[in-house]
């Protein structure tokens, strides 16, 4: 039942077009999540900052170009992104992730999977900083050394992972 909640207001939000409904819909999220909405509020702005201002400056260029206003799409497309983020990370802080995905055995193998990869990728990076922080006495000297090789370690594991998981998802039929 939660499933169909949640597909609803997402298709629903999904299909406003104007800025005023997605403005009074972001306010109606606002007031439900009103204790939370500082905290989610920077996990959104954190997530979607670098993809929004590729976008926007991008758009800007454009209708520097073709000279046009690029104000009202700006602040729609900016909106909505927002919108629909802050949406999806209220609902999943209120939700069981897992549970939520309990209606597919194989969407709740995947999310097993992806969840199992995030907790051992975090787990290995805090370990990476921590050790780092412990043996080097100039940070900024050896910080783009330490990104670039960490950057290099879990791009080799991630593309070594993802050949082990596939086998293992065809060894047990998952592809059929």
Do not use: H, W
Request: with cysteine; glycine share 2%; charged share 25%.
């Amino acid at each position: 039942m939660i499933q169909i909640f949640f597909v609803f207001c997402f298709f629903l939000f999904l299909n406003l077009r104007e800025i005023e409904y997605i403005l009074v819909a972001l306010m109606i999220l606002f007031l439900i999540s009103f204790r939370d909405f500082f905290k989610i509020s920077k996990k959104v702005i954190k997530s979607i900052f670098l993809f929004n201002l590729g976008v926007s400056v991008g758009y800007v260029i454009m209708a520097f170009i073709k000279n046009f206003s690029p104000l009202k799409y700006l602040l729609y497309i900016n909106l909505k992104v927002f919108l629909m983020t802050y949406f999806v990370f209220y609902f999943f802080s209120k939700v069981d992730v897992v549970r939520f995905f309990s209606f597919s055995k194989e969407l709740s193998y995947l999310l097993t999977i992806t969840l199992s990869q995030i907790y051992s990728y975090k787990k290995t990076f805090i370990d990476f900083r921590d050790a780092f922080r412990a043996r080097v006495v100039s940070l900024r000297d050896k910080e783009k050394q330490f990104i670039v090789r960490t950057f290099n370690f879990f791009l080799k594991k991630a593309l070594k992972d993802s050949k082990e998981r596939s086998l293992a998802m065809k060894a047990r039929g998952f592809f059929e």
